[in-house]
């Protein structure tokens, strides 16, 4: 049974940092890509972050670029999104997705963690 496990979340302020974990077990963590996606209250989900299997491509959406940071740890089946900067409209209940495909991963990954929420106070 695949699991992705998601920590890291929590309560910051604005400028503040929170680095995310999603572990990942039941798959073989190499081959697969992996990302981020938020959703806040009455808004749609969307992609945040997506690392490639191998880690050669990443995508960041314009609103995080030079804030978050994605990576990986092969050793620890582990995919990390680092947040810089945080900012109000950075709240949202944030997931962790994983699919063979980087672009599958991107609009429509096989499976999904349970989330994490993050709340940036202003």
């Known amino acids: 049974e695949v699991q992705l496990v998601e920590s890291g979340g929590g309560l910051a302020q604005t400028g503040g940092s929170l680095t995310l974990s999603c572990t990942a077990s039941?798959?073989?963590?190499?081959?697969?890509?992996i990302g981020w996606f938020r959703q806040a209250p009455g808004k749609e989900r969307e992609a945040v972050s997506i690392?490639?299997?191998?880690?050669?491509?990443?995508y960041y959406r314009d609103s995080v670029k030079g804030r978050f940071t994605i990576s990986r740890d092969s050793a620890k089946d582990t995919v990390y999104l680092r947040m810089n900067s945080l900012k109000p409209e950075d709240t949202a209940v944030y997931y962790c997705?994983?699919?063979?495909?980087?672009?599958?991963?991107?609009?429509?990954?096989?499976?999904w963690g349970q989330g994490t929420q993050v709340t940036v106070s202003s």
């Open positions: 997705a994983a699919d063979t495909s980087y672009v599958a991963t991107m609009v429509g990954p096989k499976y």
């Open positions: 039941g798959l073989t963590f190499d081959q697969y890509a």
């Open positions: 690392i490639s299997s191998s880690a050669d491509n990443r």
